[in-house]
């Protein structure tokens, strides 16, 4: 670009930076961001710009950004008199000596935009949206530029990497912290729609991705409830009119709509949100009812119907992930979702009924898998996969209810259901499973009939009902206990497996 403007030196960077941080310099400080406009188009091939300044070293043109990232909004805040703690009650633009310095603050938000868009290298990027983070207020006083501010952010938080990604989503936040209702709604869409196009596959590799877009996610979400509810009502209701769909129409390409990867961690999002603000102990702790409580049961009803949609063995992957979320719900909210007969449906399916074909093929990891490939049908693998499953599901469930005075009740039919599935079955390895768990049931009603005897209140005192053994840990009951051992051994294999499969995928 062979202007004749004149090129910016070190020497001219470090004069500059003196100016604005000793004396406060506007005069310098316009220079300055003229130069950083030019270094922020500096790798574009001339297309008839003009800039007044050019950037010829790498060298210049790295301290350039780092006195503007450092010392630009300092010297903003010093003539508008401003403090970042008000911002809640004002914005920059709304200081008396805004209009003087209006166009210089434009450029310079405008000028890291651009930068960010057009570079490729992590480092420089990070370092960019890190210092980025106190532009915030200056980005809200221009509506347009703080949309494409998000819109820049969120493909970032979607698709960079891990560092880049945390402090995208911690600028994200502060957006949604303090921006206008209106950017607080941005923000909440944007985040929901990036993590449903950032979904779409699930591995080894990506699952550690979902499972963080799913915690911001979820904090997102937190920050004003009122308007989340909004939001997570209009979304939960996409999915059941997407399930509805699949019910009535019933053909491959319906099913594939409900039966995906996609849909599956857009139901686990939403139960996240709702097991986090709908959770007992903050009721207890306020006092006031979550305003997403009146969601729970149509996501549970959702989740229930996905189940039905296609009931067959191949799918039993893609239920256990539905049974497993309605479970985090129960944990967390309290709210009694009747999963038994969901429960009972697979020890009582043809899967576990057969006698199973011998097989070679690697234990399958439920976990990365919706649909299990016809090769295991029928295997013993296979089998067994679907035993260990059901039975620490079956655990999970119970172990819900371990402090429940109506817990010896309750797990009647499932010891029935269980010793009535051992008398028929011939795997060994499952049987002793089930024989387990019909033990802690037992020993945990028998413990729950101890405490019982000793209650003088009906059944029908229902403020008394719910506050028997409120105090107790649900470790201290057998199954609780059995329940705790039982995650932490899960949790160790899952570790050891995940490690197994990256080996594999690498070698």
């Known amino acids: 670009m062979e202007n004749g403007s004149p090129i910016v030196t070190k020497q001219m960077v470090i004069k500059w930076q003196e100016a604005i941080t000793k004396k406060k310099s506007l005069r310098s400080l316009r220079r300055l961001l003229l130069a950083f406009r030019a270094g922020a188009h500096i790798n574009e091939d001339d297309d008839g710009k003009l800039f007044a300044y050019r950037i010829t070293s790498a060298a210049v043109f790295n301290d350039l950004v780092v006195v503007c990232l450092k010392y630009v909004i300092p010297v903003f805040d010093h003539h508008l008199n401003f403090k970042e703690g008000e911002i809640k009650k004002k914005l920059p633009s709304s200081c008396k000596k805004w209009k003087n310095i209006q166009s210089s603050v434009k450029s310079y938000l405008q000028s890291i935009l651009h930068m960010i868009k057009n570079l490729s290298e992590n480092d420089m990027i990070y370092y960019i949206v890190k210092e980025s983070e106190k532009c915030v207020p200056y ?30 989503f911690l600028n994200i936040r502060k957006l949604a912290t303090v921006g206008s209702p209106s950017m607080i709604d941005l923000c909440l869409k944007g985040i929901y729609m990036t993590f449903v196009r950032n979904c779409r596959t699930t591995t080894v590799y990506t699952i550690s991705s979902i499972n963080f877009m799913t915690n911001c996610g979820v904090e997102i979400y937190g920050l004003d409830l009122k308007v989340s509810y909004q939001f997570a009502f209009v979304y939960i209701r996409q999915l059941a009119i997407h399930l509805r769909n699949s ?30 603000y709908c959770d007992q102990r903050r009721l207890a702790a306020t006092g006031e009812e979550s305003p997403l409580q009146p969601l729970i049961y149509p996501l549970v009803q959702v989740s229930l119907g996905v189940i039905r949609l296609i009931p067959t063995c191949q799918y039993f992957p893609l239920h256990f992930h539905c049974l497993r979320l309605s479970i985090n719900l129960i944990q967390k909210t309290g709210v009694f979702i009747p999963l038994a007969p969901y429960l009972f449906e697979i020890l009582e399916s043809s899967e576990l009924r057969q006698k199973p074909k011998p097989s070679t093929l690697k234990p399958l990891d439920f976990s990365l898998h919706l649909k299990a490939p016809k090769s295991y049908l029928h295997t013993r693998v296979y089998q067994d996969g679907i035993g260990e499953e059901i039975t620490d599901i079956l655990l999970e469930y119970y172990a819900c209810f371990c402090l429940s005075v109506a817990f010896p009740e309750l797990v009647i039919p499932a010891i029935v259901q269980i010793k009535r599935h051992i008398k028929k079955s011939k795997n060994v390895k499952m049987n002793k499973q089930l024989h387990s768990l019909i033990e802690k049931f037992e020993q945990n009603a028998k413990y729950i009939e101890q405490h019982r005897a000793q209650i003088e209140f009906a059944p029908n005192d229902r403020a008394k009902v719910e506050a028997f053994m409120k105090d107790f840990d649900h470790e201290s009951t057998p199954l609780g206990s059995y329940a705790n051992s039982a995650r932490k051994l899960k949790d160790q294999r899952e570790k050891l497996l995940n490690r197994e499969n990256k080996d594999e995928e690498i070698n």
């Open 139 to 168: 980005y809200l006083c221009f509506p347009k530029l703080s949309r494409s501010w998000l819109k820049t952010l969120l493909e970032l938080w979607g698709s960079a990497e891990d560092k880049v990604r945390i402090v995208s």
């Open 247 to 276: 019910m009535l129409v019933k053909s491959k390409e319906s099913y594939q709509n409900v039966y995906n990867w996609q849909f599956i961690h857009c139901l686990e999002f939403w139960s996240r949100v709702l097991a986090t």
